[in-house]
């Protein structure tokens, strides 16, 4: 692809087809709400499971992700077809992660602990790999349809926008419609019946969003970049991922987005049950904390973009995330210090409704700008290596996405563990030991995988400057492939010569 072909796709990505893009990262963010959310509650306290069995099944089906991740990236950076490197995965995943979405919420009824453990890891593994199958190909649409430094950032706010709607607009709809607790205190996300209705609009969101996604960008594919006509074996292709993800900035996102992944898997594992017990909180007034994540996200989605232009994405991200944290461990610590407001008053309520507010704006923030640097170093290692490698670096993203629900999951079945906190569990008859253990096994575990990964992202080393002088780089070279007659596909990056 040449530099005027380059220009051409860039200039050519209406509106129209952004917002088709983003609807696509509701599939995923669904599911990954609903895992992190609900998964942990359902098995645990609704099917029956312990909580180490639920814990110990996510630790499984995470390897299998670490594994299954980085070779689909490299697989779709490589695969040729008329319909590109990327659509063909999307679409084939649209029915089998639908089905699968639903099966996992509806295991049979009457079976003992070991039948059920069984069902829930085939269909978590199956959840997981028809997911990846979607969401890694379609993030890494990103950086070919947006390539300068701020506008990308403003179309993976976009993206962002349709991954709040996904996951927290369903939440909200599963504690409104789906699973609303009854007056007589019956239902409820203790409830096994309202999962049959919430799984089955979940899965048809999912489908119905993965191929409005994937037409609606149909007609981009003669300008994103085709894959490599040449013959790669297993060798080759493993030197290739070595090569590629030998960076030090994409080894610095990635471990900062592993920590944080980790971080907010516990504290959605463990949000109802904070909510529920903690706070001694409604259903009711958990949509409403739910509707405010909402509210508060768009604010984020409107903070990213301004953010990156004042602070750069790099000192940007460290800044509200840093605040975030802060933010975050507030109420919990102020009750652990005996100076929070009592349980069912008005003051704790609004103590609470803040900090969701503020917190969700952050969070929202720091995961765009940390997509968005992600994204960058796309261009940095294809300078270096002379590849366009997306689905492979991008997989990285994949993975802690997936961690959220995995490694953070486990974490939070851990805490509970350690705080001996009971099966069956009903509000307001828990012991004040069994809290009090559970917030202090908590704060510090957040507030550690926090600051290990604020600490990562220091040594993130791509800015604007690097960002544009690799666009120039890469423009440079194929405007000279162009020239040549070659295809620019160098072997050890953009100053070897093109291979004929």
């Known amino acids: 692809m040449t530099a005027d072909n380059l220009a051409e796709a860039t200039r050519r990505l209406s ?15 669904l599911k990954l709400r609903a895992l992190s959310t609900f998964l942990l509650i359902f098995y645990n306290q609704v099917v029956g499971l312990p909580a180490t069995t639920v814990g110990g099944i996510l630790m499984i089906c995470l390897l299998f992700d670490a594994v299954l991740d980085p070779v689909v990236g490299q697989v779709s950076d490589n695969f040729r077809s008329r319909w590109g490197r990327r659509h063909p995965f999307m679409l084939a995943s649209a029915i089998p992660f ?122 981009q594919i003669p300008f994103l970049r085709p894959a490599p006509t040449r013959k790669i074996t297993l060798k080759v292709m493993l030197r290739e991922m070595g090569q590629t993800l030998n960076n030090r900035a994409f080894i610095v996102a990635t471990l900062a987005g592993m920590f944080i992944a980790v971080a907010v898997g516990a504290r959605n594992g463990l949000e109802i049950y904070f909510g529920l017990y903690f706070w001694e909180l409604k259903q009711s007034q958990l949509a409403t904390l739910a509707t405010i994540s909402v509210v508060g996200s768009f604010f984020g989605i409107a903070l990213a973009p301004v953010v990156a232009r004042i602070m750069g994405k790099k000192f940007g991200v460290i800044a509200v995330f840093g605040s975030a944290v802060l933010v975050h461990i507030t109420p919990v610590s102020l009750r652990l210090l005996g100076l929070a407001p009592e349980n069912g008053t008005p003051q704790l309520l609004m103590l609470i409704y803040g900090e969701e507010l503020i917190n969700s704006a952050l969070a929202a923030a720091t995961g765009i700008l940390l997509a968005s640097i992600i994204a960058d170093v796309v261009e940095d290692a294809e300078v270096k290596t002379g590849r366009r490698s997306e689905g492979l670096l991008l997989s990285s993203g994949n993975l802690f996405r997936k961690m959220v629900s995995g490694v953070g999951v486990f974490i939070a079945t851990t805490i509970l563990t350690l705080s001996q906190f009971p099966v069956g569990a009903k509000r307001g008859e828990v012991g004040d030991e069994v809290l009090r253990n559970l917030g202090l096994a908590y704060v510090p575990s957040v507030v550690l995988l926090y600051g290990v990964a604020i600490g990562c992202l220091f040594f993130f080393n791509i800015n604007r400057a690097r960002h544009m002088d690799n666009l120039a780089k890469l423009r440079d070279a194929a405007v000279l492939a162009g020239e040549a007659g070659v295809e620019a596909e160098p072997e050890g990056g953009v100053g070897h010569t093109p291979r004929r």
């Open 15 to 29: 509106f129209p087809t952004k917002l088709l893009y983003a609807v696509g990262a509701t599939a995923t963010s």
């Open 98 to 219: 639908a089905v699968s979405f639903f099966l996992l919420w509806n295991p049979p009824g009457g079976w003992d602990d070991q039948a059920t453990g069984v069902w829930l890891l085939v269909c978590l593994l199956s959840v997981r790999f028809f997911d990846t199958f979607f969401e890694l190909p379609h993030q890494a649409l990103a950086p070919e349809l947006a390539k300068d430094y701020d506008g990308r950032t403003g179309l993976l706010a976009l993206r962002h926008l349709f991954m709040v709607l996904g996951g927290l607009g369903m939440t909200v709809l599963a504690y409104q419609v789906f699973l609303k607790e009854q007056p007589d205190g019956s239902g409820g996300v203790l409830g096994r019946s309202g999962y049959f209705n919430y799984s089955l609009v979940a899965a048809l969101i999912i489908f119905t969003t993965i191929v409005v996604s994937t037409f609606g960008t149909a007609s």
